[in-house]
């Protein structure tokens, strides 16, 4: 496949799962203010309390989570992470349509909805995810507590 091909491919994927994320999880996700970002959490953060009340579950329990992040350029599939005794961290590997999935390391208790934001303008402010490449990680500091 030549250069200009894959280019093109990967440009039709990426308009297609934008399209999808909107047509989905649009009226579902979380407005990330004021970068017009949406996030969409598989599983619940620590914080919805009323879910993980619906869920029997406690927010001790939200160790790990998975989300889909739509910015205006694509959507990534994001695994999210927190260990009290591990460095904040996150890294990134292309699935076989190059849909870009981000590993997110947490220095915390458990999975918050502001400590994923903060970790992703960090993120975001670095440069990344467009300057990623094929798993690149990179250092982020400590993320902010939010609220």
């Known amino acids: 496949m030549s250069h200009h091909c894959a280019v093109s ?3 039709r994927c990426r ?17 990330i203010e004021p970068e017009g ?3 969409w959490n598989v599983h619940p953060f620590a914080d919805e309390r009323e879910l993980l009340a619906r869920l029997e579950l406690t927010p001790d329990s939200c160790t790990t989570a998975d989300a ?25 590997r292309r699935g076989p349509r190059g849909m870009l999935t981000i590993t997110l ?7 918050e909805l502001g400590p994923v934001v903060a970790a992703l303008r960090r993120a975001h402010a670095l440069g990344l995810p467009r300057s ?13 507590k939010l609220g």
């Open 9 to 11: 491919l990967r440009k």
């Open 105 to 111: 390391g947490l220095a915390a208790l458990r999975v």
């Open 37 to 39: 970002w949406l996030l």
């Open 68 to 92: 889909y992040w739509r910015t205006r350029a694509d959507v990534y599939f994001v695994q999210i992470l927190a260990s009290r005794v591990a460095r904040p961290c996150i890294e990134s």
């Open 15 to 31: 308009r297609a799962r934008c399209r999808d994320f909107d047509r989905i999880f649009r009226a579902k996700a979380w407005c």
């Open 132 to 144: 990623w490449s094929h798993r690149s990680p990179a250092r982020l500091g400590r993320p902010a």
